[in-house]
């Protein structure tokens, strides 16, 4: 029988959240000074929980591994924020946010999470302007919007290419202030080693100080989990080098289910991998799909020649160009959702009309937008019969004025100038849609434990909507946990300070200190990267843009099996009592290695296609992914006992009362 | 073999000689190392050359180096490097995770060290303790707003679109140090003043310009930061390009609230 509630609340969709924070218990001021709350990660979602927690009485303290909590990896976010405020006057309504997020992801995520994300979304925006979050603006003084794939209306916020910094620095400054209250302790370079359970609800963390390798007890009332999502057990993905899954999966080793682990997706627009000495992937903003085009050539000699250096892409003529988005799906075109973008490069690829010396690239064309920018802004400014050249000029001026950034940081690495020659982009991994289970209320299947932001499975289904990923993450942590949390919370009143000097405590620190040491004193044959290098090749090749059955198999065994000569093989120098790189990397590995092959056991049993996990077996005529409702519309929640082979199945049967499930269609 | 087509020089399966300050700990006495390494592509990132460094030393059984890191695309601000002493390295505009070999040739001697200023301690080899740029954001480095999204709509005050731009441009600013750095005062003014201006150019932040600048130059100059001298050189080495401007402005704020 199936332990999952997802405590949605009851009464027509509109008004969930309205009845629902109507109706649950408060904490009063004076009890929240008395309770303590710990938040792991401090990204958007960490970082504006941390915040309103805070503000709202309770006591904080936030953990990141990063040396400051502004450096989180929200930061490195692009393109934009999606809020349905129909400021362009385009038809937008929290409804059809709400739809075009749960068709997006496939019809995969839940109504209740969905419409509520879609209804705080306005709010966000409200908030982080008062903040003083410089959004981009029209000459008038409004807020300028644009387009993201699978969707048409304009409903996008941004700030250049650099919204998520924007943002992350908005919820860091709103920690500055609790800060500098005292109702936040901020313990930077600090990792969360295990979370400490105390009569079967969530009561502390043990954590690792990065600077002096001392093991420390932290006691709270609730653990609030932000810590990201685990595309770096592709070892090549969009993350940032530090990116892990540990905090999420040591909760789940304590018994928080993980949902849905083999939902990953692959962002098309990234660019391609140049070498082995390869660390990291960088992703070119899907907002540059506004207004790049995408195609490779029309003839596979032309691709052939490209290869070998002996033709460039702007030799070829528009009619030798074949620009597959427009011409498979011409109402979305180039907008397509990211899923569909990613298979679609990589059919052409594998077909043989790649481009870049690996074959794994296709084109970024922002040639007819240069010229249509510059004809618009010769028009404007009086010249009315404008030059070749100076169209080219004016243009170009407009498309760096909107995405200098990404552009600058294209040419660094690839030392091309995309301004004049298209962008070479390959897919790459991004984010993950699985993650931790949670009910309405974020909280995870261990009591007192909430996920919030991409650390949860809740919103994005199977495929993430750009621009989806922010919005979620500040929602959660301004608008909803800070309400759900104190529902849990007011049970805790009379409870007093939790002690760290209890058997529990002692237990979960036995078991660190038991880890690191193993760790430390294994056999010493092989890097920490050099395992995390092969997973990661496991991953791609076996669980990565489209899965068999044969494949996952073979990856479940492979995956296992290294992880066994890891244990017993891995090098890490030094000691454990001091900065030790090596060390942190391998607690990560060693987690991505369990981690991996539950991934695998979840795509292998999906046996349909949805979304961002495409099995190969499961496909329509033209290539689409096939998706299986009568059998596969459910959450899968995996609980952990002991071995991931060994995890055992629940289901939460996905309700669709507001939306009729459909084939997504983009054509 | 390929060529760097502009300087006509090898740039494949270069072979290096790093000059790398190593310090074990923040009380430990450090000293330059050399490192002899080879196999260096152009294509990679200064931090992928590293990598490849490290790799050699862990099977080596020595110790790796240290450094900060984190996004590897310019944005995080976690990276830092002197390099051949130049913060972030020879390259304008970018940070050192985006700085790539191409930039250097086969044979050169490459001198690698943490960024040096008395308010940015060492704590391990290339890594620094750049928590006092925390420290002057908590002062007021922020809008005193309630987070419970009870406020007025988002655009029910009209900015001026130079204003937005010119807040935005400011708060483009990664705090990755590099000005300090470049500074032979060690001074954070630009930092400092980017944060002032970019609330000090909105509206919303307009409100507490006077308290914010005060408290935040205070905590700046309790952090034993140097004083500006007008010497530019953080402007020409912040990887995100932040003016001058902004140190004109902080000024101005600063002379502006005072006299109140």
């Known amino acids: ?667 | 073999m390929r060529i760097n087509k502009s300087l006509n020089l090898q740039i494949e399966n270069m072979k290096l000689t790093l000059k790398i300050w190593r310090q074990e700990n923040a009380k430990a006495k450090g000293k330059m190392v050399d490192y002899i390494i080879d196999g260096i592509d152009g294509d990679m990132s200064f931090l992928e050359m590293l990598d490849v460094l490290n790799e050699d030393l862990v099977n080596k059984g020595e110790q790796p180096v240290e450094f900060d890191h984190d996004c590897r695309e310019g944005i995080c601000g976690a990276c830092s490097l002197q390099i051949n002493g130049e913060p972030h390295g020879p390259d304008k505009l970018i940070t050192t995770c985006q700085l790539h070999m191409r930039t250097f040739k086969d044979g050169d001697t490459i001198v690698i060290e943490p960024f040096r200023a008395t308010a940015f301690p060492v704590i391990k080899d290339l890594i620094v303790d750049r928590t006092s740029f925390d420290r002057i954001q908590q002062a007021y480095g922020y809008v005193s707003v309630n987070t419970s999204g009870n406020t007025i709509d988002a655009n029910s005050i009209p900015i001026k679109k130079e204003n937005a731009d010119d807040s935005f441009n400011a708060a483009t600013c990664i705090g990755c140090g590099a000005c300090v750095a470049a500074c032979k005062n060690a001074s954070a003014m630009l930092f400092t003043s980017a944060k002032v201006s970019q609330f000090a150019l909105l509206p919303q932040g307009e409100v507490e310009a006077d308290r914010r600048v005060l408290a935040m130059v205070e905590q700046m100059d309790k952090e034993g930061f140097g004083n500006c001298t007008n010497t530019g050189a953080c402007e020409i080495e912040c990887p995100k390009g932040i003016s001058l401007e902004n140190i004109a402005r902080m000024n101005r704020e600063y002379l502006k609230a005072s006299v109140k």
């Not at chain 1, 009569?199 to 653990?223: F, L, N």
């Open chain 1, 1 to 667: 029988m199936s332990v999952l509630d997802s405590k949605i609340p009851e009464g027509p969709l509109e008004e969930k959240w309205i009845n629902y924070k109507n109706n649950i218990n408060l904490v009063n001021p004076a009890n929240k000074r008395n309770i303590d709350i710990i938040v792991i990660g401090t990204g958007l979602a960490g970082g504006s929980a941390a915040a309103t927690l805070a503000e709202l009485g309770y006591n904080v303290k936030t953990f990141c591994y990063q040396d400051s909590p502004r450096r989180a990896h929200s930061i490195a976010a692009q393109g934009g924020i999606n809020a349905a405020k129909n400021y362009q006057g385009d038809g937008d309504s929290n409804y059809r946010l709400f739809y075009d997020t749960v068709k997006g992801g496939d019809y995969r995520s839940r109504e209740a999470n969905v419409y509520r994300l879609a209804e705080v979304s306005g709010n966000i925006i409200d908030q982080c302007v008062a903040q003083g979050v410089p959004f981009a603006r029209e000459y008038g003084g409004m807020l300028d919007n644009r387009s993201f794939g699978g969707v048409l209306v304009s409903r996008t916020f941004y700030a250049k290419g650099q919204t998520g910094q924007q943002l992350l620095l908005g919820a860091y400054s709103a920690m500055n202030r609790q800060i500098n209250r005292g109702k936040i302790q901020a313990f930077n370079r600090h990792e969360m080693m295990d979370v400490v359970l105390v009569g079967g609800k969530a009561r502390g963390i043990i954590a690792r100080d990065m600077v002096t390798g001392a093991i420390e007890r932290h006691s709270a009332h609730a653990v609030v989990l932000a810590s990201g999502g685990y595309g770096n057990v592709f070892f090549l993905s969009t993350n940032a080098m530090g990116s892990n899954v540990m905090a999420a999966w040591r909760a789940h080793r304590r018994g928080a289910q993980f949902a849905n682990p083999c939902y990953t997706q692959i962002h098309p627009t990234c660019i391609p991998v140049s070498g082995d000495h390869q660390s990291k992937l960088t992703l070119m903003s899907e907002s540059l799909r506004n207004d790049g085009r995408i195609w490779v050539p029309k003839k596979i000699e032309d691709a052939e020649a490209i290869r070998a250096g002996k033709k460039k892409p702007t030799d070829l003529s528009e009619e030798e160009r074949d620009y597959y988005l427009e011409r498979r799906y011409p109402a979305f075109g180039n907008l397509v959702p990211r899923d569909v973008a990613s298979r679609a490069a990589k059919e052409r690829c594998d077909a043989g009309y790649g481009v870049n010396k690996t074959g794994e690239a296709v084109y970024l064309d922002f040639a007819s937008a240069i010229e249509r920018y510059g004809k618009e802004k010769a028009f404007t400014s009086g010249h009315k019969n404008p030059s070749k050249e100076e169209v080219v000029k004016l243009g170009t001026e407009v498309i760096e004025a909107k995405y200098g950034n990404l552009f600058q940081m294209y040419e660094k690495i690839v030392d091309q100038n995309p301004y004049k020659t298209p962008m070479m982009i390959y897919p790459a991994v991004h984010y993950t849609m699985g993650g931790l289970w949670v009910d309405y209320n974020l909280q995870t299947t261990i009591p007192g434990c909430y996920a919030a932001g991409e650390a949860n499975f809740s919103d994005h289904g199977a495929n993430r909507l750009g621009a989806s990923a922010l919005m979620q993450g500040l929602a959660d942590g301004y608008f909803v946990l800070p309400y759900t949390i104190g529902d849990y919370l007011s049970k805790d009143i009379r409870t007093g300070k939790i002690p760290t000097d209890t058997a529990e405590f002692d237990a979960a620190e036995k078991d660190v200190t038991d880890r690191i040491n193993k760790l430390m004193n294994a056999g010493g044959q092989h890097s920490v990267d050099h395992y995390h290098k092969k997973l990661g090749k496991i991953m791609w090749n076996k669980c990565g843009m489209s899965r068999n059955a044969k494949e996952l198999q073979e990856a479940i065994h492979e995956i296992a099996e290294l992880r066994e000569d890891f244990w017993k093989n891995v090098k890490v120098p030094g000691s454990a009592d001091t900065k030790n790189a090596e060390l942190e990397k391998a607690g990560r590995v060693a987690d991505f290695l369990e981690l991996g092959e539950l991934f695998a056991k979840d795509a292998l049993h999906r046996e349909e296609s949805c979304g961002g996990h495409f099995r190969e077996e499961y496909q329509t005529e033209d290539g689409e992914a096939l998706r299986d409702d009568e059998n596969f519309k459910y959450v899968a929640s995996w609980e952990y006992t002991g071995k991931p082979s060994e995890a055992i199945l629940h289901k939460e049967e996905l309700v669709f009362e507001n939306i009729e499930l459909k084939t997504r269609s983009y054509k």
